[in-house]
């Protein structure tokens, strides 16, 4: 199957840190798993060339969020002499429409670690309570069902490398099969989504809006690690971390979320250097 999108970069999309299970191939294309579809993928200039049949277009053409154009922000970017190489670093990144129970869990993991080391923890809890199947003769396994990990001990969840995690992942899987339901907080208010999601443990500020980005649809989620912080100090000299932060936030506005993963790509990329301000307390 075959897709064409401008503007739209596949490497710097799932390389980027909003998503950890695609591997790209020896050939330069790219496997993967969403659900229970697998997918190998290749770029060709403007060209997308997916191991998927026409009755799927319509959800990969989403999940790959192929109708987004972000023209608007990187004009915005563009306007100012100390973003506008974010764009051609990050220039062609869409901001994922991904499954919120996989995002949810994916993002409990992704505490306190790197993009290398989430991703192997991620494999492992699949190939400990995922479904195997193959493609193209590529094995993998698809993404625990929810059922599934919520059988699972803190122990189990341990030895796979969760760490001072598996306690937290065990209590999300247990809220969700006692009926909190994520696709649910689509309907609410954005500082009401981030509320519910913080009743999770494990769950607060940063990781509750890396899911209502990546996987919720809230647009001006804005996300704040320690790359992040960097870049918005950078921006905003003197000022402390998460107030810094809010003001990069505001500054893009209803393109905060796409703007966010261009400088946080742009961050790590580069490798910008940190920058001495006084942190202020989580928030």
């Known amino acids: 199957m075959i897709l064409t999108s401008k503007n739209f970069n596949l490497e710097r999309t799932l390389s980027c840190g909003q998503t950890f299970r695609w591997k790209q191939q020896p050939d330069g294309s790219w496997f993967g798993i969403v659900l229970d579809k697998p ?8 060209t997308l060339d997916l191991s998927a049949s026409e009755e799927d277009k319509s959800f990969w053409y989403d999940y790959f969020a192929l109708d987004r154009d972000y023209g608007e922000m990187e004009a915005l970017l563009a306007s ?4 506008a190489p974010a764009i051609e670093c990050s220039s062609g990144i869409k901001i994922l429409r991904q499954n919120p129970y996989e995002t949810l869990i994916s993002f409990v993991v992704s505490q306190n670690n790197n993009v290398k080391r989430i991703s192997g923890i991620i494999e492992k809890l699949c190939t400990a309570y995922g479904e195997k199947g193959q ?32 306690p937290y992942i065990i209590d999300c899987v247990q809220k969700i099969r006692n009926g ?32 209502m980005l990546f996987s919720l649809g809230f647009d001006t989620a804005f996300p704040v690690d ?26 893009f506005g ?14 790590r990329t580069v490798g910008l250097k940190p920058i001495k301000v006084k942190e202020d307390v989580k928030a």
Not at 80 to 83: A, E, F, L, S
């Open 80 to 83: 100012d002499p100390q973003t």
């Open 39 to 46: 997918l190998i993928i290749k770029q060709t200039g403007n």
């Open 135 to 166: 493609h193209m003769g590529i094995d993998y396994y698809e993404f625990p069902k929810n059922e599934t990990l919520a059988n699972a001990t803190v122990h189990d969840l341990e030895i796979l490398g969760t760490g001072y995690r598996a």
């Open 226 to 251: 320690v790359w992040v912080k960097r870049i918005s100090a950078w921006l905003y000299p003197g000022e402390k971390g998460y107030v810094a932060a809010k003001a990069a936030a505001e500054r």
């Open 180 to 211: 909190f339901d994520l696709s649910a907080l689509r309907s609410l208010s954005f500082e009401q989504a981030k509320k519910e999601l913080m009743r999770l443990k494990g769950v607060g500020p940063k990781v509750a809006e890396c899911i």
């Open 254 to 267: 209803c393109w905060a979320g796409a703007a966010q993963q261009y400088l946080f790509h742009y961050a």
